[in-house]
């Protein structure tokens, strides 16, 4: 069975400064998904950035970009220029292609202080 | 703008009397899910529905039913609801194939009394 993992429950980072969530997975599969999601206090969660398993190449968005790691199995976000609205819980998950499922991990939250 | 809407956003109910959650979207997506998420935890399936078909998560309490009567709505019905099932409930849609995420609604708080 697939598995996420998010190591950090609590992170915290100083406003315009670099901060990076690890997220780990386990599975058999070659093709699947992974997100980041980020869900501010009482608040609607909503997609930060995706990989597909079979881009090399790291996604970006904007101050947000991943560092995938396909044999070590490994996720983890970068934000850059942390604002005080990056504040919120941020879920890992994945998605098998071609299945419904979404598995997230059990997430991380990230302080931003000025 | 296209979304998902559930409502209400907070329902308190009292224990043992049912309870019913709905989502709407205007996205058009076959797959629609229902999710529980307690305090500071992941949010955990509890079933799907690709267009009509119906699929349980395994773990999901008999408690927990749902309906979906067309593509645009979904509900979640609560038979018996006990203290335990005091959580933020999520709905959220996805087209089946496309390797977009889901589109979350704002969740329903739901106390239990």
């Known amino acids: 069975a697939q598995t996420v993992t998010q190591s950090q429950p609590e992170m915290s980072v100083q406003e315009a400064e670099t901060v990076t969530l690890s997220c780990t997975y386990d599975t058999s599969e070659s093709d699947y998904y992974l997100f980041w999601y980020k869900q501010p206090p009482s608040r609607q969660m909503i997609l930060v950035i995706r990989?597909?398993?079979?881009?090399?190449q790291n996604a970006t968005e904007n101050r947000f970009s991943v560092n995938f790691q396909k044999a070590a199995k490994s996720f983890s976000l970068k934000i850059s220029d942390s604002q005080l609205g990056d504040a919120a819980m941020y879920f890992c998950a994945y998605r098998r292609r071609n299945t419904d499922k979404l598995i997230f991990g059990t997430g991380t939250r990230l302080q931003v202080f000025p | 703008d296209a979304m998902v809407i559930q409502n209400p956003r907070y329902q308190v109910t009292q224990f043992g009397k049912p309870v019913t959650l709905s989502c709407s979207q205007t996205?058009?997506?076959?797959?629609m899910y229902w999710y529980q998420q307690k305090s500071s935890q992941a949010p955990k399936l509890l079933f799907h529905y690709y267009d009509k078909d119906f699929n349980n998560e395994a773990d999901t309490p008999d408690n927990f039913q749902s309906r979906r009567p067309n593509t645009s709505f979904c509900f979640l019905d609560i038979r018996s609801p006990g203290l335990g099932d005091a959580a933020m409930y999520l709905c959220a849609t996805s087209t089946r194939g496309a390797m977009r995420g889901y589109t979350f609604g704002s969740g329903t708080r739901l106390t239990v009394v």
């Open positions: 990989q597909e398993a079979y881009k090399q």
């Open positions: 996205l058009n997506h076959n797959v």
